[in-house]
C-alpha cells in the first residue's frame, strides 16, 4: 500500500484502463493539458491526442460524440467539468444511452463512462450543485459517488468496464486527500457498498463528500459512549440495500447524510427502502441530514447551507433520545 490523492486515483485508474483496452478513449473540455482539476494530466503524453480528444465547450457534443462512439464499439469516457453542466445532456443520457438495451432487446449496449465534479467549493449556485438524484429515477443508468482514493479507483475502473452508462461523480473538494490505495491490479463491484466503520447504536448511511463528515462525527460522539456504524453506498444505483438493512437490524436507527438538498434526495430513497424493509426493527423515525432547499449561496452563507459535522451529531441524538429509547 502507498498513499495517494484523490485526483492521483482517478488518473492511474484512466491511465491503467487505456493501457488495458485500446478502446477506451477519453473526451473532454481542456483535458489535454490535465483539465481544470488537473485529473487527466499526463495521459495526452502517453496515449495522444486521438485518445484524448479535446473539444469545444458543447457538453451536449460532448455526450452525443461518446454515446455514438459507444455503439460503434467503442468505450468514451467523458468529462462533464462541473455537474451543473449535465443538465444540457439529459436527453442523451436519459432518452438514448438509457434506453439503448431495453429497446434494443439487448443486442445494443453503450458502454460510456461519464465524469464529472460535485458539490460547494465557494463558486455559487452554478457550479456546485449536487445532482445525482436527478438520474435515480432513470432504468438503465449506473450512479457512483466514491468517497475515497481507494474507492475511486477501483470503482472507476470498473465503470469503465461496464457494459451500460454510468454517471461517475467527483467531489472536487476532495482531490487533495490522500488515502491507502495499493499498487497492483483491483477493482470494485459497482453494486457494494462499504462498511467504514462499525458500530451498535445508530447506522449513519453517508454518500460522497459527507463520508469522511460523517466519520468525523462518529469519533467525537464515540468519546460520548454512542457508537455509530458508517455506512458508505459508494453506488448509488444499482444501490447495496443488503449492507444497509444488515447494519439497520443491528442498531435499529438510522441517520442518511448527503450534501444535496434533504428534500427529493438520494437520502429520502434510502430512508423509504429502511421503511419499508425494516421498519418493525427501528427504535425511531429515519433522520435525514441535507443542505437547505435553495441555490448554493457563496461564502461565508455557504457554511450555513451545507450539511456538517454537528448537524450529524444532532441527528444520531435525535434518534437516540426522541423516543426515550436511551
Not at 456504524?229 to 447494519?247: A, H, K, Q, Y
Amino acid at each position: 500500500m502507498r498513499k495517494i490523492t484523490y485526483r492521483a486515483a482517478i488518473n492511474e485508474a484512466l491511465r491503467e484502463e487505456m493501457a488495458r483496452d485500446d478502446k477506451v478513449f477519453l473526451i473532454g473540455e481542456d483535458i489535454s493539458p490535465g483539465g481544470l482539476f488537473g485529473v487527466t494530466k499526463g495521459l495526452a503524453g502517453g496515449f495522444g491526442l486521438d485518445r484524448v480528444i479535446d473539444t469545444p465547450i458543447a457538453e451536449t457534443s460532448i455526450i452525443g460524440a461518446s454515446i455514438g462512439a459507444s455503439l460503434a464499439g467503442l468505450r468514451p469516457v467523458a468529462e462533464i467539468m462541473f455537474v451543473d453542466f449535465i443538465l444540457v445532456c439529459m436527453d442523451g443520457i436519459c432518452n438514448w444511452a438509457a434506453k439503448q438495451r431495453f429497446t434494443s432487446g439487448g443486442k445494443v449496449s453503450v458502454p460510456v463512462t461519464i465524469r464529472t465534479t460535485y458539490g460547494a467549493g465557494g463558486a455559487g449556485p452554478h457550479h456546485g450543485q449536487c445532482l445525482e438524484a436527478c438520474f435515480q429515477n432513470i432504468p438503465g443508468l449506473k450512479l457512483v459517488m466514491p468517497s475515497t482514493p481507494y474507492d475511486a479507483k477501483g470503482l472507476l475502473k470498473s465503470a469503465v468496464r461496464d457494459n451500460d452508462p454510468v454517471l461517475f461523480f467527483e467531489d472536487k473538494m476532495s482531490y487533495d486527500d490522500e488515502g491507502e490505495v495499493p499498487e497492483g491490479e483491483y477493482a470494485i463491484p459497482l453494486s457494494r457498498a462499504d462498511v467504514k466503520r462499525t458500530g451498535k447504536d445508530v447506522t449513519i448511511v453517508a454518500i460522497g463528500s459527507m463520508v469522511k463528515r460523517a466519520l468525523a462525527a462518529a469519533e467525537g460522539l464515540a468519546g460520548q459512549g454512542i457508537e455509530c456504524e458508517v455506512i458508505d453506498p459508494r453506488t448509488i444505483l444499482p444501490l447495496d440495500e443488503g449492507t444497509i438493512l444488515d447494519s439497520v437490524m443491528k442498531t435499529r436507527r438510522a441517520v442518511v447524510v448527503h450534501e444535496a438538498p434533504r428534500r427529493g434526495g438520494v437520502g429520502a430513497e434510502i430512508a423509504a427502502v429502511i421503511a419499508e424493509k425494516a421498519f418493525d426493527e427501528l427504535e425511531s423515525p429515519v433522520e435525514r441530514v441535507g443542505a437547505l432547499f435553495t441555490p448554493i449561496p457563496r461564502p461565508p452563507f455557504e457554511s450555513i447551507y451545507l450539511p456538517n459535522k454537528e448537524k450529524i451529531v444532532d441527528a444520531v441524538r435525535r434518534t437516540l433520545y426522541k423516543r426515550g429509547s436511551v
